[in-house]
């Protein structure tokens, strides 16, 4: 058992809070630009995610794991398509959860 | 082997220090969802290394969710280490016949899966078992799955909320925060025991409507106890009482009954 680096359960808000840290967050993907994906969390606001992007499809969810490298940018390392039919709501009630009152049990 | 310390439930907090209240709840057998997080914490927080017990709760098998990796398939067995973002576990899946190894076959290093498994064993040979491992198609699974621990962390934790207000009392007095529950800047929660910011007089009062409530006479009576009544038995401003009601009504420790001046604890045994 291993719990030395987690990864953060991360929105829009929460991903400012840990800079170089390993975080995952989900995000609506939509657009390319070059080698970099933008993309909306789940708190409506604009991530840019860097990295082998491999081919999520515009409009489809993307979750990303990476690190933190800016307020609002990631530096991606494992890109999941999560598909289009994906409940934002939740997720970002449960980045809030796990890392409020929750975060003993995430982190 | 389950010990005999148990009556047969599962949910009996008979081995946390501060079980004042135990809760027997379902039966024994119990599968419950956890990170992996939890489980690390549960197994070097106890004596027993033998058995697992999260948040006063005996547990007996787990559900885990996340990507695989290192996975390492043989004849008889797959070896693998599920990575759920709050750590790693290694695994095995025993492979005896057709239908498990066209279970394991299918599952890829990166894939999201859901296990059910067990934690017996893990201290002699450092991993679990798997019982079974799905793929996940629906990638709410995954959200809904991080959602049942917290949702289980707070129905154990809340059945303690009488002991729990009374080690409160001591924080607030000691003007420390406690290392145990470090959230005091969150707005999120209005949960009693994270609540180290709050004045020491509002936690008073809001632990002495809860003892009113909780006393066997006002348990028995069907419909509880009246907000007047509560008023007058302690003494304090009518306000502050009815303050202290909502906020037990909306986290849950009671409930209205016959009408809305009428309360009943939810807690009582």
Redesign the interface.
Known sequence: ????S??V?VNGELLKLYMGRRV?TVVQVIRNEGGAVVGQSTDNQQLTVKGPNQSVPVMH?M?V?GVADGPQSIRAE?C?D??S???TA??N??C???????????? | MYSSQYDGGAFVSSQSPDSSVAKTRGNRSTTIPLTVKQITDAYESSSQKSELIVDGVDVGNIVLVGMVCNKASRATDATFTLDDGTGRMDFIRWVNDAADSSETAIIENGMYVSIVGSFKGFNERKRATAFAIRPIKDHNQIVLHFIQPIRMHLENTKSKVGSLSQTQQSFVNESSFSSGYKEPQTPVSNYASVNSKAQGSETDIYKLVLDVLQEPSSLASEHGIHVDEVVQRLGLPAKKVKEAIDYHVDVGHIYSTIDDFHFKSALGD
């Open positions: 058992m291993d719990t030395s987690p990864t359960f995952r969810f979750e794991i494992i999941t999560f598909g039919n994906f409940d939740s997720y009630g449960l809030k959860l796990a890392n409020g009152q929750f975060k003993n049990l995430f982190l």
